[in-house]
Antibody, heavy 118, light 112 residues
Framework: EVQLVESGGGLVQPGGSLRLSCGAS????????MEWVRQAPGKGLEWVGR??????????EYAASVKGRFIISRDSSENSLYLQMNSLKTEDTAVYYC?????????WGQGTLVTVSS | DIVMTQTPLSLSVTPGQPASISCKSS???????????LSWCLQKPGQPPHLLIY???NRFSGVPDRFSGSGSGTDFTLKISRVEAEDVGVYYC?????????FGQGTRLEIK
């Protein structure tokens, strides 16, 4: 069974940093694209970024709103996906979901809440 | 960016009746590999979203067959043949052909 468990959310001040983690199990982690999608309180879904699989050299793509501030990485030895968030803004406040592809957006974690506030 | 426009934004349906949601994209979602990367997700109250339909019309594992997807190019439709109480929530279409990946605004379905 595919399982994705996010962690690392919390309260952070504007300008601060936070690293989210997503533990993956139930599948061969290196074979799949992974995504981050976020949802601000009471709002719709916003794609954050993607990291491809080993075959595609773990290359990344980002939304314009986070490019240059957020970094997606993965550790195949830990079966974990990461989202390093720097220079956080109040508008980054959201629930962040970790997602596995195959098919596209096929498996979602429960999400972790990030609150950026002073 | 590809803009995904859903209509209606909300609908109220009597159990057992059909429902339909439209999604229009600002560009064709047909990829050079012949696939069309249009998916539908449902977010039930208090839950994370989950995948219903991928590549226009493929039901994801465990999705009841009362859900169906259709369309091509820029016009797509999600249909529920007979709405049940458990179908309440917000439905999103999403395109995966071009970065950034973009979602529709969401359509809230409630039960009469």
């Amino acid at each position: 069974e595919v399982q994705l468990v996010e962690s690392g959310g919390g309260l952070v001040q504007p300008g601060g940093s936070l690293r989210l983690s997503c533990g993956a199990s139930g599948f061969t982690f290196i074979d799949y694209y992974m995504e981050w999608v976020r949802q601000a309180p009471g709002k719709g879904l916003e794609w954050v970024g993607r990291i491809r699989n080993k075959t595609r050299s773990y290359t990344t793509e980002y939304a314009a709103s986070v490019k240059g501030r957020f970094i997606i990485s993965r550790d195949s030895s830990e079966n974990s996906l990461y989202l390093q968030m720097n220079s956080l803004k109040t508008e980054d406040t959201a629930v962040y979901y970790c997602i596995r592809g195959g098919p596209f957006l096929g498996y979602w974690g429960q999400g972790t809440l990030v609150t950026v506030s002073s | 960016d590809i803009v995904m426009t859903q209509t209606p934004l909300s609908l109220s349906v009597t159990p057992g009746q059909p429902a339909s949601i439209s999604c229009k994209s600002s560009q064709s979602l047909l990829q050079s590999d012949g696939k069309t990367y249009l998916s539908w997700c449902l977010q039930k109250p208090g839950q994370p979203p989950h995948l219903l339909i991928y590549e226009i019309s493929n039901r994801f594992s465990g999705v009841p067959d009362r859900f169906s997807g259709s369309g091509s190019g820029t016009d797509f439709t999600l249909k529920i043949s007979r709405v049940e109480a458990e179908d309440v929530g917000v439905y999103y279409c999403v395109q995966g052909i071009k970065y950034p990946i973009t979602f529709g605004q969401g359509t809230r379905l409630e039960i009469k």
